[in-house]
């Protein structure tokens, strides 16, 4: 007992000796050297996370302070641990990442934080605990959208399942929520499941295949990439179907668009908002910089509910006042509209999101003191605990048809 105690005062001593060393680095005229470490990237919604991360390195005063680096190691999580490695060796301060694993990068986290270096995670979560998990998933995607799906539905109907990426945290908390939906209501079926990798081109491929096996569908329930299954049912021509999607600018123009319901399409649109990462980031530079105290926890960003009669076009390169989607000849319909929040990322912009460039003129803005804690997610966020007894509860929409 005496020797643990010894190591775990150890590694505080570690742990506070980084931190205060990381401080020094903008003391003495050095950047914090800060690894922004990408595992699955190639879609929009990772273009626009990574965008503003590098958008709010380049604002001042961060464009004195930072000296940001970005390493994309693909779908592998050894990869990931190794590039993990090189970044602590290099002598990372901060490291924010989309993790590939929850568990399988533990080990190489955790001697980062050993070693004093501060790890933020965005969207994808791991298990660790010396991590800081800044998520939307206990908010409840998945089992709202399906809820709101099987409203749509009157609770009968058969239906497709678009999913993420395998063996990934986000995709598997979302589809357990939805499925913990769907499973009360006998009169749904899922007829096909299928995983499109969060991306437009690949859901259009596999939702067009699943409708030549299943053309009668009514329904689909879908993760990022949802444009591309409205592009497949139109290509096949006839009626739209009753869709929940996330937040791709041309999904929720889609939503509101008078021709497009009259076809038949009707849904919502909520999802995951690539803005987590600058939170992230902007809490890490916090903390970095002693203007915030924040031990490692599991941090609920909230999640995005825009049914389609609160759809509102934006007239500026912001969301500002109610406004929630662009216009067709601003931005592509793959563009994720939730990459701006005007209450936590004011200094961004459109340009940001697309080209990673700051707005000109702009300044970091502090982050609300308050930061809300996010429930367990048990092989998600955190080993060993328990889910909170509502863990699927809804908070975004009410069961309209009885189960």
């Known amino acids: 007992m005496k020797m643990k105690n010894l190591f775990a005062a150890l590694a505080g001593v570690a742990m506070a000796t980084g931190l205060i060393a990381g401080t020094a680095q903008a003391a003495d005229g050095r950047k914090f050297k800060i690894y922004l470490s990408l595992s699955y990237s190639g879609n929009a919604w990772q273009s626009e996370a990574a965008n503003i991360v590098k958008a709010l390195a380049k604002t001042p005063p961060y464009d004195q302070t930072v000296e940001l680096k970005e390493v994309i190691t693909g779908t592998d999580p050894q990869a990931q641990i190794s590039a993990y490695e090189s970044m602590i060796d290099d002598g990372a301060a901060g490291i924010i990442s989309f993790p590939i694993s929850s568990n399988a990068l533990n080990r190489t986290i955790k001697r980062g934080c050993d070693e004093g270096v501060l790890f933020f995670m965005y969207d994808a979560t791991v298990t660790e605990k010396c991590a800081y998990n800044v998520s939307y998933l206990s908010s409840g995607f998945g089992e709202n959208s399906a809820q709101a799906l099987v409203n749509a539905l009157g609770g009968k109907g058969k239906i497709f399942l678009s999913r993420g990426v395998p063996g990934n945290s986000v995709d598997q908390r979302h589809t357990d929520g939805a499925m913990s939906v769907f499973k009360k209501y006998p009169g749904i079926q899922v007829v096909s499941e299928y995983y499109s990798y969060w991306d437009d081109r690949t859901t259009q ?39 929940t999607g996330e937040n791709s600018n041309g999904f929720r123009l889609a939503l509101a668009d008078p021709a497009m319901q009259k076809k038949g399409l009707k849904g919502v649109s909520a999802g995951s908002p690539p803005a987590q990462s600058g939170y992230a980031f902007k809490l890490m530079m916090e903390i970095l910089t002693k203007k915030r105290t924040m031990k490692p926890m599991n941090i609920e960003y909230p999640l995005p509910w825009v049914p389609a009669d609160k759809v509102k076009v934006c007239q500026g390169d912001k969301f500002e006042n109610g406004c929630n ?18 209450d936590l990322l004011p200094e961004l912009n459109i340009d940001s999101a697309l080209n990673g460039t700051p707005v000109a003129g702009a300044t970091i803005q502090p982050l609300p003191a308050d930061v809300k804690q996010a429930a367990n997610e048990p092989g998600i966020n955190c080993n060993n605990c328990q889910p909170a007894a509502d863990q699927y509860k809804l908070t975004k929409v009410e069961a309209t048809v009885k189960p």
């Open 205 to 243: 491929q596999e939702t067009a295949k699943a409708l030549t096996a299943h053309p009668d569908v009514n329904g689909i329930w879908a993760q990022a990439g949802e444009y591309g299954a409205i592009q497949a049912l139109l290509d096949r021509g006839g009626d739209l179907v009753a869709m």
């Open 325 to 342: 989607v662009f216009s067709e000849k601003r931005v592509p319909s793959s563009f994720v509209t939730e990459v701006l929040n005007p």
